[in-house]
């Protein structure tokens, strides 16, 4: 860890007594690892999303080509070069005896099974194999290596943030989020709680922006990322997908889809959008492209806690959308009446464009009659 300190080159005190053109010290790291691990219950969806980042790029992070960020080590079984194996291993195995020579940012990607419900021999899912018994070491043994040594714990996806598919109702692994396994009151050495960033997968910017924020707070360059009660980017998912979509205005104007061909409003088709803290609409998927409702399809609220139980079955009108359409339908009818009646006025060349030898403008009261 580094001290950053500097001066504008003046002198002399304030009346508070603070030395102006000293600037405060401030500490911050000058190199990080990230350790990610996507061996918990899940698809590698959000990496491969994670790809598709370009504001930044996760290219740009690793080539440290964003200002004031730490050098940043990478590791990551889906986008590491090593062949695998112990030397894969080497940076997971250091830092678990404290002894990678950096501090580490520990990302879990999918959920986290209960290894408590197995009776006797057997495993969910692991990590490489413990060197001295030879034996598979699973992801719960890994994460309680590395969580109390880590400077700060994100969650990837929702799986790994609230439990996601794995955790639904009947499931025989007992799957739950990481915050759920390591109680949501912990923190890291940073202080900070596990920072969820949710999402079927992901949605790559918002990733990416969070974790920039992180690596600025470890660089000593931004304070914590504000969170949510869920421990979400408060930034990023403080609205819902409602708010942000592009269908929005139709169901104001009581103008809903009967089917996935429409491009009115989708709550009568399935889509939980009006009750789901997301920004897809409002952001897109790629490059500013795409977002469910945006190219037809409905919310499914992946990005939420109750994911997916209390948003099944899918395809289903939600049970609130039957009562709140029937409540703005004679609204939305009056609406779009008298919204057509101004869209006419206005939707004419005003009378006195003409090309007469007469200037005539719309103060004189001949003319607005």
């Known amino acids: 860890m580094t001290s950053h300190s500097g001066t504008n080159g003046t002198s002399g005190t304030t009346d508070a ?3 102006p053109g000293v600037a405060e010290e401030r500490w911050g790291f000058d190199e990080i690892y990230i350790l990610w691990i996507s061996e918990g219950m899940s698809c590698d969806g959000d990496t491969v999303s994670l790809t598709a980042a370009d504001q930044p790029s996760l290219e740009d992070v690793i080539l440290g080509l964003i200002p004031g960020l730490p050098r940043v080590n990478l590791v990551n079984k889906v986008l ?3 062949l695998g194996g112990e030397d894969f291993l080497a940076p997971y195995r250091a830092a678990a005896r404290g002894e990678l020579g950096a501090p580490f940012i520990l990302v ?3 959920s986290v099974p209960n290894q408590n419900v197995i009776e006797g021999d057997g495993y969910w899912t692991s990590f490489g194999n413990d060197p001295e018994t030879g ?3 699973t992801l719960n043994t890994w994460i309680d290596k590395l969580a109390p040594k880590a400077w700060a714990v994100v969650a990837a996806g929702t799986c790994a943030t609230f439990g996601g598919i794995h955790a639904m109702a009947g499931n025989p692994t007992g799957c739950m989020g990481l915050a759920d396994y390591l109680g949501w009151d912990f ?15 992901i949605q790559p910017e918002n990733f990416m922006e969070t974790l920039i924020w992180v690596l600025q707070h470890a660089a000593g360059s931004a304070p914590p990322p504000p969170l949510d009660h869920m421990l979400r980017p408060q930034w990023l998912f ?3 997908v409602h708010e942000g979509c592009d269908r929005g205005s139709y169901y104001e104007q009581g103008s809903f889809a009967t089917d996935y061909n429409s491009p009115k409003c989708l709550v009568k088709t399935g889509c ?4 789901v803290n997301c920004n897809v609409p409002k952001r897109g998927w790629m490059a500013g492209i795409g977002g469910c409702p945006n190219v037809g399809g409905i919310c499914i609220g992946c990005t939420m806690p109750a994911f997916p139980d209390a948003f099944m079955p899918f395809m289903d009108e939600p049970p609130g959308a039957t009562l709140s359409t029937l409540f703005v339908k004679p609204y939305g009818a009056v609406i779009r009446r008298l919204r057509g009646f101004t869209n006419d006025m206005v939707n004419h060349e005003t009378k ?13 009261p001949y003319w607005r009659a």
């Open 238 to 240: 403080g609205k819902t």
């Open 272 to 275: 939980w959008g009006p009750v």
């Open 135 to 137: 034996q598979p070491e």
């Open 80 to 82: 590491s070069p090593s």
């Open 108 to 110: 879990i990607e999918g």
């Open 17 to 19: 007594g603070v030395t």
């Open 187 to 201: 923190t890291a050495e940073s202080g900070l709680p596990v920072v969820n960033v949710p999402g079927c997968p």
């Open 352 to 364: 006195w464009r003409h090309k007469g030898r007469k200037l005539t403008t719309g103060y004189d």
